[in-house]
């Protein structure tokens, strides 16, 4: 099955703004709001040029369906807003089917991803054992005093961007690789 044009100039355009979020977000730990906003209004402009309300509708069911995947995986925690703005802007170019499966896939390796930092740090372990230690407070160490309020603190972060852009640029792979055409662009051109 040959690609539309539509779905060429969204996996151009999906592969041009993740690979700038994964620049930005490794560099600074910051999606930039022109970059997010900008790809969420092409996105738009695009469905709409090839596909009409239905298209939009599908774009916009796409960049909500897209963030709260994350959250729900996340449990809210541990994601920044400029992730889940990128979340939205390539849901909306991947419409609502594919954005779920890009999403799932981001959540996978960012598990992994955070898997690697932790071991590179050596924090691992303590990190899966915590897991299972939770609720027994007798199985834990001692407590460790506070640090003073004044203390610098480090936390590590994770560039979360990387995992969306790797899950997004995956599933663009996956189903080209299948010779599918994404979901949501073929239910209206009557492919599924």
């Known amino acids: 099955m040959h690609a539309t044009t539509m779905e060429v100039l969204s996996a151009i355009l999906i592969a ?8 930005t977000d490794v560099r600074s730990r910051r999606i930039p709001n022109t970059l997010t906003f900008s790809a969420f209004c092409a996105a738009l402009i695009v469905r709409f040029a090839f596909q009409g309300w239905a298209g939009l509708g ?3 069911l796409g960049a909500i369906i897209a963030p709260v995947i994350l959250l729900i995986v ?8 400029g992730d889940l703005k990128l979340a939205a802007a390539v849901g909306a170019f991947f419409g609502p089917v594919a954005a779920v499966v890009a999403m799932l896939a981001s959540a996978i390796l960012g598990g992994l991803l ?7 740090r ?3 372990l303590a990190e899966f054992f915590s897991l299972f230690l939770v609720g027994l407070p007798f199985l834990k ?3 460790v005093p506070e640090e003073p309020a004044n203390a610098a603190r480090t936390v590590t972060t994770m560039p979360y961007g ?3 852009a790797i899950g997004s640029l995956t599933t663009l792979a996956g189903y080209a690789w299948l010779g599918a055409s994404l979901p949501s662009f073929g239910l209206l051109a009557g492919k599924l």
């Open 74 to 81: 996340h449990f809210g925690k541990g994601i920044g807003m």
């Open 162 to 164: 990387v995992a969306i």
């Open 58 to 60: 599908l774009a916009l």
């Open 122 to 124: 050596g924090q691992l």
């Open 114 to 120: 955070a898997m690697a930092l932790l071991m590179q």
């Open 141 to 143: 160490g001692k407590k």
């Open 16 to 23: 041009v703004v993740v690979g700038i979020a994964i620049v």
